[in-house]
Structures are given as C-alpha cells and as structure tokens.
C-alpha cells in the first residue's frame, strides 16, 4: 500500500467511494439485461488499485455480466496501477483472450492482445493500453510491437468483410483529456488507423460520453467513450451509462447506429439519451 497504491487507497475514500455507487452498478446490469445485447464490450477500469481481491472480485461481476462468449473485456489503466499488476488479469483470461474463430486473424497467437473475436459478422479487436505510471499519472500505451500486430489483424478482418470494432481504454487522439492521462503514443495509432482503416472504435477511461472521429482510408472513422457504469456524482455529464449499438450491413458500407442509456437519479433507473432509433455513426 505504499506509493502509488496508497494514494489510490486515499484517493478512494476521502472521494471516490462516494461518487461510484454499488446501487447503481446493480440497475445498469438490470437495465442492460433488459435490452439483451447480442455482444457486451467492457473497456477497462475493473478496479481500484489492482489488488488481488479486487481482481477476484471483478472476475465475478464479469460473471454476472455474461458468459466469456458473449462478454469482451480489456484492461484500464487502474487494472495495471503498478508492476506486475496484470498477474491479477489471469481471473479475467476467458473474457480477455481471443476465441477459436480468430484463427488466422492475428499474426502472433502467442501475444494476447491484440486480441480477436468473431462474432456474426464482427471483428471485435481487444487492444491494450494498460502500463503501470508513476504516481498522479494514467497514462496509456500501446506500444510498437503491438501497434505492428494490429495493423496486420485489421487487414486480415477487412479482407474478410468484417465489420472491425476497436476497444481501447484510453481516447486514441490528443485534446480530449490532460497529458498525463492520455495515450502517448495517439499520433502513431491515428497512423494505423488511417492507413489500415477500422469500423469503430470504443473507448473507456474519460468517465464521460465522448463522441468523435479519426481520419481512415475510406471516410472518417467513428470514436466513441463510454462513461462510467457506476458514477452517480453531482455533474450530469459523468452520471453512470452505458451505449447500444446496432451494426448492420448496407450494401458495400456498415451502417452503425448508437442510443445511450443513462442514469437518471430522480427515477432511479437508467434512461434512454437522445432520438429512440439511435444516431447514425456511420
């Protein structure tokens, strides 16, 4: 508990605990039941100060979630708060790790991410920017070695007509947070991306709805942050939520559809967030 975790465990109870409700964590899974998603994304942030019973304790909520072939997760910069952290994401393997229907899409089975999943139509591409930082910083890296894989998996995913969807915890450009939460290596992702291409990309880590774009071979490219599934805090624009997409193909291109779902404290339920049928992405 010295250092970094300290400070985490500081930061937790004088703040924290009592923006990030329990309650409200049990009606977004309640909600999300309700609509029944076909695949559920979870980008990052399953816990505090990456203790060990955090992570077993994370691993039964992933549980609760859903099933491994029908939940997605990635590390967050908290998931990897200081050196050896991601020990702890073995209790989590099952929902992190590609499945059987990515052979042949990633060009080294071995490495775990970028990590690939086929699902009825989709490339889900799970990538990691979960390092540990020095104190007062959450940072995020994806690093070359990965950078090269993922360059490769998209291209195998588009030869393959898949609709390719990106996680990533932190934002992939500059602007949208401080320097030292961002990704540091945003300007060598963007390259990727617009020259390899991708469908959307979803991301964790700004506690807020966050909607923009990058630049890709065919068109701009869809960016979306999620908020938190738990912050039931003062400001409307970090209340807890989560999103729905409908993808669907339409003709040469995919047709990408987004609803927010939010919290809603004078209900006490989560609501819907703009037109019913959804935004168009893409």
């Known amino acids: ?84 952290s991601d020990r702890g994401w073995e209790h989590w393997a099952d929902y992190l790790d590609s499945d059987p229907g990515a052979v042949g899409f990633r060009p080294i089975e071995k490495e775990r991410f970028p990590s690939v999943r086929i699902r009825a139509g989709l490339g889900l591409v799970g990538v990691s920017t979960a390092r540990p930082t020095a104190p007062l910083e959450a940072t995020g890296t994806v690093g070359g070695a990965q950078l090269a894989r993922l360059c490769e998996t998209l291209d195998r995913l588009r030869a393959a007509n898949l609709c390719r969807v990106v996680l990533i915890h932190h934002p992939p450009m500059a602007g949208v947070t401080h320097e030292r939460r961002s990704l540091t290596d945003h300007r060598a992702l963007g390259e990727v991306l617009k020259r390899h291409g991708a469908d959307l990309v979803l991301h964790g880590h700004l506690h807020r709805t966050h909607v923009a774009r990058l630049p890709g071979p065919d068109g701009d490219i869809p960016v979306v942050g999620v908020p938190s599934a738990s912050h039931a805090g003062p400001s409307p624009k970090r ?37 019913a049928e959804g935004a168009l992405l893409a």
């Open 1 to 84: 508990m010295l250092g970094k975790r300290g400070l985490g465990w500081l930061g937790w109870h004088v703040r924290r605990r009592r923006r990030y409700r329990p309650a409200v964590l049990e009606r977004l899974l309640e909600d999300l039941a309700s609509h029944a998603p076909d695949q559920i994304a979870v980008t990052g942030d399953l816990t505090q100060i990456a203790l060990e019973e955090e992570f077993l304790e994370a691993a039964t909520w992933l549980a609760r979630v859903g099933p491994p072939e029908r939940v997605n997760a990635i590390p967050g910069n908290h998931d990897a708060y200081v050196v050896q």
């Open 239 to 275: 209340r807890a939520g989560y999103h729905l997409y409908d993808i669907e193909k339409d003709g040469a291109r995919w047709a990408i559809r987004h609803r927010a779902r939010v919290w809603d404290p004078e209900t006490g339920s989560f609501v819907a967030k703009g037109p």
